[in-house]
Nanobody, 127 residues
Framework: QVQLVESGGGLVQAGGSLRLSCGAS????????MGWFRQAPGKEREFVAA????????YGADSVKGRFTISRDNAKNTIYLQMNSLKPEDTAVYYC????????????????????WGQGTQVTVSS
């Protein structure tokens, strides 16, 4: 089993930045593709960004391209989401997720294709 814990959320003004972290325990995630999703009140969970196991490829939703960057440090068993130029519409609970097929180069964007999830961290962007 993999336990994922997100941190780094908070309240920020529009135009500001936050860096989310997702630490893993129980098992190394170094061979897993990882993703970030978010869910705003009254809305479905949506894909934000994902990264292959070795960090060689990343993919982001159109809504965050050019503003958000996903990265990972396998030595620390941690992934990150650097969020710049934040907008009020980025307000949501942000979740990290792991796909437990080792060494796959496929980056899923559907939440159902991920096997482990964190509890989420709240990001609120004020206008």
């Amino acid at each position: 089993q993999v336990q994922l814990v997100e941190s780094g959320g908070g309240l920020v003004q529009a135009g500001g930045s936050l860096r989310l972290s997702c630490g893993a325990s129980g098992r190394t995630i170094s061979s897993y593709a990882m993703g970030w999703f978010r869910q705003a009140p009254g809305k479905e969970r949506e894909f934000v960004a994902a990264i292959t196991w070795n960090g060689g490829s990343t993919y982001g939703a159109d809504s965050v391209k050019g503003r958000f960057t996903i990265s990972r440090d396998n030595a620390k068993n941690t992934i990150y989401l650097q969020m710049n130029s934040l907008k009020p519409e980025d307000t949501a609970v942000y979740y990290c997720a792991a796909k437990s097929i080792p060494y796959t180069l496929i980056i899923p964007t559907e939440s159902r294709k991920y096997d482990y999830w964190g509890q989420g961290t709240q990001v609120t962007v004020s206008s």
